[in-house]
């Protein structure tokens, strides 16, 4: 019987143009809801954020919470210390095949490794679901993400729900529409403009502690733009 509800769990998914996967994801600071939403007519997914870190359900399709990838290239819309600019982000995950298994939510899943943007993560994808997609940026593999961890543990996201009977379509009118009123800078052009962000704050920002002491800035980004400032920190 556990078998045939596999089965019949993975028809729904592959006949169906839409499917939502619910996600709690962790970090050093808090634990949030996130829905991933693929679209398997238009190959294009959604990552869009749920409940906030307050617990407070977060109203979709806003600007500054836009995610899409389409055709294997990441539309983001992301944050530097004193503004927010719109994404492209076309950089493909190597991963190594692993030999751990597991079961999450019922399926059988695989382990798999990667380095990206200076962290190691570990995760876990099952092929019975037939899309290379996952949580945040993690893609590439031979079928759904359900779980990734970084191995330093600042970072983990995990697969909640697979909802096989409610599906949602995504918003096209909201996606075209800052597809058309936006620009998308390249990610290496993104991470220079975060950088110089970081280096302007830092000489304009004055010490106003003792003299043997100082101020210690220090980034938790996910993506070490900036590796120094996530390893060690700068004292200003």
């Not at 600071?29 to 870190?53: E, F, G, H, P, T």
């Not at 307050?54 to 944050?79: H, P």
Request: aromatic residues 14%; glycine residues 4%; charged residues 30%.
């Amino acid at each position: 019987m556990k078998n045939l509800i596999v089965f019949l769990s993975v028809f729904l998914f592959s006949k169906s143009f839409t499917q939502v996967v619910d996600y709690k994801f962790r970090n050093n600071d808090a634990v949030l809801d996130y829905q991933l939403v693929i679209d398997q007519k238009d190959n294009m997914s959604q990552w869009r954020k749920k409940v906030d870190a307050k617990g407070d359900t977060v109203r979709g399709n806003k600007k500054t919470d836009f995610f899409v990838v389409k055709d294997n290239k990441v539309f983001a819309n992301d944050k530097t210390l004193s503004k927010r600019i719109f994404t492209l982000d076309s950089e493909i995950m190597i991963w190594q095949k692993g030999s751990e298994t597991k079961e999450i939510l019922g399926y059988k899943c695989k382990s798999a490794s990667t380095n990206f943007r200076g962290r190691n993560y570990i995760a876990f994808y099952t092929e019975q679901i037939k899309t290379d997609l996952g949580p945040w940026k993690f893609r590439g593999l031979d079928g759904l993400v359900l779980y990734v961890k970084s191995v330093d543990d600042d970072y983990e996201f995990t697969a909640t729900k697979i909802n096989n009977e409610k599906y949602q379509k995504l918003d096209m009118a909201y996606i075209n529409e800052i597809f058309k009123n936006n620009t998308f800078q390249t990610w290496s052009d993104y991470a220079e403009v975060y950088k110089n962000d970081i280096d302007t704050f830092i000489k304009d920002e004055s010490c106003n502690c003792s003299k043997d002491g100082g101020n210690i800035f220090k980034i938790t980004k996910i993506e070490k733009i900036y590796p120094k400032l996530h390893d060690e920190g700068v004292i200003y």
